[in-house]
C-alpha cells in the first residue's frame, strides 16, 4: 500500500502582512521539504490572514495575494503546498491553491461559505460546486475542501471520496470557544467513517482581534480514529506517515449505501518516494477545560498586543480579582517587565484592596505607579458644586472616581505608549455594571467574555498550576466591591453571581426568552431585572474595547442586538 508523509502547519498569520505571512510559510515550508513531506498543508486565508475583511474588497490587495502566492510557488520542489488564498476570476473565491516544481499547479474553491456567528464569507465570495480535481500526490489521490467544507455531512468529502479521493486535506480557520475542539474531533471522526477516507484538518493558530485561532491540527484514519494531533495555541508543524489503504472493502460492507459519483479528474503532482524512514505519529495530550480558556486569554492578548505594535500595557489594579486575573494573563502573555500596575486610591479605598495590589504585583514580578485620586476628586466635586446644588450625592458622584481613574491610564498610555488593558468581566459587561468612560476606557477588554464564576476558577487554576500563590488568596475569597462609596459589595447592585451567570447565559448566549428562564426555575423576579439591564446597556457594549472570544456567543461579532429596541423580549 502507498504511504504519504503528510504534515500539517499551523500558523499563526497577521491579517494583511502577505510577505510576512509568505516568510512564515516558507520556512515551515522548507523543513517539511528536509523532513521528507510529500505535501504540507496550511490554513485557511494563510497569505492573507483570517479574517481579512473589508480587505478583500480592495482589488490592489487581491491582487497582491495572487502575486505574492506566485513568489510562494517558484519556492516549491518535491513537496506539495497547499496554501489557501483570495483567487479572483469573474468573482472572488476562498481558494487552495497547490503549488509544488516552482509553479502553481491548481486550486479547490470552497463551497460552503459560512455567514452566521462570526462569519460573514458570503458578504465576500462566491461559492463553487466542483469537487474536483483530484491531486496525484505520492501517488496518492488527494482531494481538497475548506474548513465548513467539512462540517456539513452533505458537503464535498463525501462526494470526493467517492470520485476516488484517497484522502482529504481540510484547511481551516477555525476560531476557539470552549468544548470547540471536542466538537472538531466528533464532526471530522464522523465525517472520515462516513466517507471511508482519512481526513488531515489542519487549522490556523494565533490571535485575531477579538477571535483566537487555537490549532489542534489533526488526523483521522478510514475509520474515524484519531492518529496524531499537534499542540494547541502555539505554532505547530505536525508530521505523520499515512498508509493508504484501499477503501472499496470498507465501502461495499457499509450497511448504510454508498455514495456513488463519477470519478474526479487527476492532476499529477509527484511519484511515491521509497525508502523513507517512518515518522511516528504523536498526539498532542489536551488542555483541562479552565486551563485551555487560560491559554486562549493568553494567546489572544499577546497577538493583540504585539501585532499592533505595543510591547508594554498598563492596568488599573484594584486589589480585585478581575485586575489581578488581568494582569496574571498580562504577565504571562507578555513578560512581567512589560506589564505595569497602577494604584489609585481614593477616599473610599480599603486599605486591603491597596495591600492586595501591591502584594499581587510582587508575586507577579510587575512595575506599580500609585497615582492617588483624591486632588482630582476634590478638584472636580469643587467645579460641579454649582450645577448640582441642592441635589443629593450619588451615582454621577461615584462613577466619577471611575472616570478620573480612566482618565489617568488614558494619559499615561497617550504619554509612554502603553496599551491600556481593561478589566471588566462579561458578567458585568452584560448588565451595564462598568462605567463608561471611566474602567471601560482601554485599548482591549481581555476578560470581557469571561464570566464572574469563571474569573475565579481561573484565577484558582493559575494558582494550582504554578503550584505557589501567583494571585493572593485574600482577593480570591473577599467580597467584590467597586469601592466607590463606603461599605459597597458588587450583591448592592446585582444578584449573587452564581445566581447572575446562569441567566446571562441564557438569556444571551443561548437567547431564551424570559419565559423561558422563568419555567426552568430561576426567579421571575430576578430574571426580568436581569434582562432589562442587559436590553438597557447595549449602548455602552458599542463603545467598548474589543476582547478575547472564549464562549460561543460573546458580546461583539457574534451578538448583533439593535441599540433602539422596543421588544420587551
Known amino acids: 500500500m502507498p504511504r504519504l508523509r503528510l504534515a500539517a502547519a499551523q500558523l499563526n498569520a497577521t491579517v494583511g502582512d502577505l510577505e510576512g505571512n509568505a516568510a512564515r510559510?516558507?520556512?515551515?515550508?522548507?523543513?517539511?521539504?528536509?523532513?521528507?513531506?510529500?505535501?504540507?498543508?496550511?490554513?485557511?486565508?494563510?497569505?492573507?490572514?483570517?479574517?481579512?475583511?473589508?480587505?478583500?474588497?480592495?482589488?490592489?490587495?487581491?491582487?497582491?495575494?495572487?502575486?505574492?502566492l506566485e513568489k510562494v510557488a517558484t519556492r516549491t520542489g518535491r513537496c506539495a503546498a497547499i496554501i489557501g488564498y483570495p483567487e479572483p476570476d469573474r468573482d472572488l473565491y476562498n481558494s487552495a491553491a497547490v503549488c509544488a516544481q516552482g509553479k502553481v499547479l491548481g486550486s479547490y474553491r470552497k463551497h460552503l461559505l459560512p455567514n452566521y456567528s462570526v462569519f460573514d464569507e458570503e458578504r465576500y465570495f462566491e461559492p463553487w460546486k466542483d469537487d474536483g480535481p483530484l491531486f496525484r500526490i505520492g501517488g496518492v489521490r488527494v482531494a481538497i475542501s475548506i474548513c465548513e467544507d467539512a462540517w456539513s455531512p452533505s458537503g464535498p468529502v463525501l462526494t470526493q471520496a467517492a470520485g476516488g479521493a484517497e484522502l482529504v486535506v481540510n484547511i481551516n480557520a477555525s476560531p476557539y470557544y470552549a468544548g470547540r475542539l471536542r466538537e472538531r474531533e466528533t464532526?471530522?471522526?464522523?465525517?472520515?467513517?462516513?466517507?471511508?477516507?482519512?481526513?488531515?484538518?489542519?487549522?490556523?493558530?494565533?490571535?485575531?482581534?477579538?477571535?483566537?485561532?487555537?490549532?489542534?491540527?489533526?488526523?483521522?484514519?478510514?475509520?474515524?480514529?484519531?492518529?496524531?494531533?499537534?499542540k494547541q495555541f502555539s505554532e505547530d508543524l505536525l508530521v505523520v506517515d499515512l498508509d493508504v489503504r484501499p477503501a472499496f472493502r470498507r465501502r461495499a460492507l457499509d450497511p448504510r449505501g454508498r455514495v456513488r459519483g463519477p470519478a474526479l479528474r487527476e492532476v499529477a503532482v509527484s511519484d511515491p518516494q521509497v525508502g523513507a524512514l517512518p515518522a511516528v505519529p504523536?498526539?498532542?495530550?489536551?488542555?483541562?477545560?479552565?486551563?485551555?480558556?487560560?491559554?486562549?486569554?493568553?494567546?489572544?492578548?499577546?497577538?493583540?498586543?504585539?501585532?499592533?505594535?505595543?510591547?508594554?500595557?498598563?492596568?488599573?489594579?484594584?486589589?480585585?480579582?478581575?485586575?489581578?486575573?488581568?494582569?496574571?494573563?498580562?504577565?504571562?502573555?507578555?513578560?512581567?517587565?512589560?506589564?505595569?500596575?497602577?494604584?489609585?486610591?481614593?477616599?473610599?479605598?480599603?486599605?486591603?484592596?491597596?495591600?492586595?495590589?501591591?502584594?499581587?504585583?510582587?508575586l507577579l514580578g510587575i512595575r506599580t505607579i500609585t497615582v492617588p485620586i483624591e486632588p482630582a476628586h476634590e478638584a472636580y466635586l469643587g467645579m460641579l458644586e454649582e450645577p448640582f446644588e441642592g441635589l443629593?450625592?450619588?451615582?454621577?458622584?461615584?462613577?466619577?472616581?471611575?472616570?478620573?481613574?480612566?482618565?489617568?491610564?488614558?494619559?499615561?498610555?497617550?504619554?509612554?505608549?502603553?496599551?491600556?488593558?481593561?478589566?471588566?468581566?462579561?458578567?458585568?459587561?452584560?448588565?451595564?455594571?462598568?462605567?463608561?468612560?471611566?474602567?471601560?476606557?482601554?485599548?482591549?477588554?481581555?476578560i470581557k467574555d469571561v464570566p464572574k464564576m469563571l474569573v475565579y476558577a481561573l484565577c484558582r487554576d493559575r494558582n494550582e498550576r504554578a503550584g505557589r500563590i501567583v494571585i493572593p488568596e485574600s482577593v480570591i475569597d473577599k467580597p467584590p466591591s467597586a469601592e466607590l462609596r463606603p461599605d459597597q459589595v458588587d450583591t448592592d447592585s446585582l444578584p449573587p453571581y452564581d445566581v447572575l451567570d446562569p441567566i446571562i447565559e441564557g438569556y444571551v448566549e443561548d437567547d431564551k426568552s424570559v419565559a423561558d428562564l422563568e419555567a426552568e426555575g430561576h426567579d421571575p423576579e430576578t430574571v426580568r431585572r436581569v434582562a432589562t439591564m442587559i436590553d438597557r446597556n447595549e449602548y455602552k457594549r458599542r463603545q467598548a474595547a474589543p476582547g478575547v472570544r472564549v464562549s460561543p456567543k460573546a458580546f461583539g461579532k457574534d451578538r448583533r442586538l439593535p441599540i433602539t429596541n422596543g421588544w420587551p423580549g
Not at 510559510?25 to 475583511?53: I, M, N, Q, S
Request: charged share 20%.
Open 25 to 68: 510559510l516558507l520556512d515551515v515550508y522548507d523543513r517539511a521539504e528536509r523532513e521528507g513531506c510529500d505535501l504540507v498543508a496550511f490554513p485557511e486565508l494563510a497569505l492573507t490572514g483570517y479574517p481579512p475583511e473589508d480587505l478583500l474588497l480592495r482589488p490592489a490587495f487581491v491582487a497582491q495575494a495572487v502575486e505574492v
Open 187 to 230: 464532526m471530522l471522526a464522523t465525517r472520515a467513517a462516513d466517507a471511508s477516507v482519512p481526513v488531515l484538518y489542519v487549522n490556523m493558530v494565533g490571535g485575531q482581534d477579538e477571535l483566537v485561532f487555537d490549532g489542534a491540527s489533526m488526523l483521522f484514519d478510514e475509520g474515524g480514529h484519531l492518529v496524531a494531533r499537534a
Open 282 to 362: 504523536r498526539v498532542e495530550p489536551l488542555l483541562e477545560p479552565v486551563h485551555e480558556v487560560y491559554e486562549a486569554l493568553v494567546l489572544g492578548t499577546r497577538d493583540y498586543v504585539h501585532k499592533n505594535g505595543f510591547a508594554d500595557v498598563v492596568i488599573g489594579l484594584s486589589g480585585g480579582v478581575d485586575s489581578a486575573l488581568v494582569a496574571a494573563i498580562a504577565a504571562d502573555a507578555l513578560g512581567p517587565e512589560h506589564v505595569v500596575g497602577v494604584l489609585m486610591p481614593s477616599r473610599f479605598s480599603s486599605d486591603h484592596s491597596i495591600s492586595d495590589a501591591a502584594a499581587l504585583a510582587e
Open 392 to 446: 443629593e450625592p450619588g451615582l454621577a458622584e461615584e462613577n466619577l472616581q471611575a472616570r478620573i481613574r480612566g482618565t489617568i491610564l488614558m494619559t499615561l498610555s497617550n504619554k509612554l505608549g502603553w496599551l491600556v488593558l481593561t478589566t471588566g468581566n462579561k458578567s458585568e459587561m452584560a448588565v451595564g455594571y462598568a462605567t463608561l468612560y471611566g474602567d471601560m476606557a482601554g485599548g482591549f477588554a481581555v
